[in-house]
C-alpha cells in the first residue's frame, strides 16, 4: 500500500506565474489535508477536503490559493501569480476518516521555490 | 505562545543520552500527536495520545499528557545519532471540523555521535 504521494517534489516558479501541487492519498483514504511550512517553523494547516467537497479552508489566504478534491484524481492546490512569500513546503495528508482519533499520514512534501 | 509550542526550540545531546521535549497548548483537545521531521523530508507519525490517557510508550518513546497543565512530553531514550531530527507536537482541537491538526514550533534535536 503505497503512502501519501505528492509531486512534484520540488518546484520553482517565476513571480506572477502559476504553481499546481498535487497530491494522492493512501489508498482507502478520503481526507485530504493541505498544511504550509516556512523555513524553520511547524506546519499551519491550510484546507481540509473530503471528496468534491471542501470542508474547512480557514487557513487558506482569502486571494490566489484554491484547492479542490474531484471525484477521481489527486487533490490539487492552486497557487495562482505566486509571490516570493509563497515559496515553503507545501505538505498534504491523509486519513481514511474525519474522526477524532485517527492520525494522519504525511506526504513527502513538494518544496515551491518562488524566484 | 502559539497553540502546541515545544521546548526547548533546540537540544544537543551525546549518543545513549535521554532527550526530553516538552509541548504546552491551550485549547482543548482530542488528541495530541508527536511527529519526527528529517532535514528536508516529509513528517513521520511517531504516536499518539488520546485526551484520556495520560501516558503511552512506544519502543524508546515515552510520552506523556496531562490536560490539567495543557502539556506533554516526548522523551527518547538511549539515544542514537538517527535521532537526530526536528520533532512536532500536533493537537487535534475538539471544537474544529474533522481533525486538522495544530502544530507547534519544533524542537531540534542533534544527537552526537
Known amino acids: 500500500n503505497a503512502g501519501v504521494m505528492q509531486n512534484p517534489r520540488h518546484l520553482v516558479r517565476r513571480r506572477g506565474q502559476e504553481a499546481r501541487l498535487r497530491c494522492s492519498p493512501m489508498?482507502?483514504?478520503?481526507?485530504v489535508y493541505w498544511y504550509r511550512q516556512l523555513p524553520e517553523e511547524g506546519l499551519k494547516f491550510m484546507v481540509y477536503l473530503q471528496k468534491e467537497n471542501i470542508i474547512d479552508e480557514s487557513g487558506m489566504p482569502k486571494e490566489r490559493f484554491s484547492a479542490e478534491f474531484p471525484k477521481e484524481g489527486p487533490s490539487i492546490l492552486r497557487i495562482q501569480q505566486v509571490v516570493r512569500g509563497d515559496s515553503a513546503a507545501y505538505f498534504c495528508a491523509s486519513s481514511p476518516y474525519g474522526q477524532e482519533y485517527n492520525e494522519q499520514f504525511f506526504g513527502p512534501g513538494t518544496r515551491l521555490t518562488v524566484l | 505562545s502559539q497553540q502546541g509550542e515545544e521546548d526547548p526550540q533546540a537540544l544537543s545531546i551525546q549518543e545513549g543520552e535521554n532527550a526530553t521535549m516538552n509541548c504546552s497548548y491551550k485549547t482543548s483537545i482530542n488528541n495530541l500527536q508527536w511527529y519526527r521531521q528529517n532535514s528536508g523530508r516529509g513528517l513521520v507519525h511517531l504516536i499518539l495520545?488520546?485526551?484520556?490517557?495520560r501516558e503511552k510508550h512506544s519502543g524508546r518513546l515515552r510520552v506523556t499528557l496531562d490536560t490539567s497543565k495543557k502539556s506533554s512530553s516526548l522523551l527518547i531514550t538511549a539515544s542514537r545519532a538517527a535521532d537526530t531530527a526536528s520533532y512536532f507536537c500536533a493537537t487535534d482541537n475538539r471544537r474544529a471540523a474533522g481533525n486538522k491538526l495544530t502544530f507547534g514550533g519544533g524542537t531540534r534535536v542533534l544527537v552526537k555521535p
Open positions: 495520545i488520546r485526551s484520556n490517557e
Open positions: 489508498k482507502g483514504h478520503s481526507h
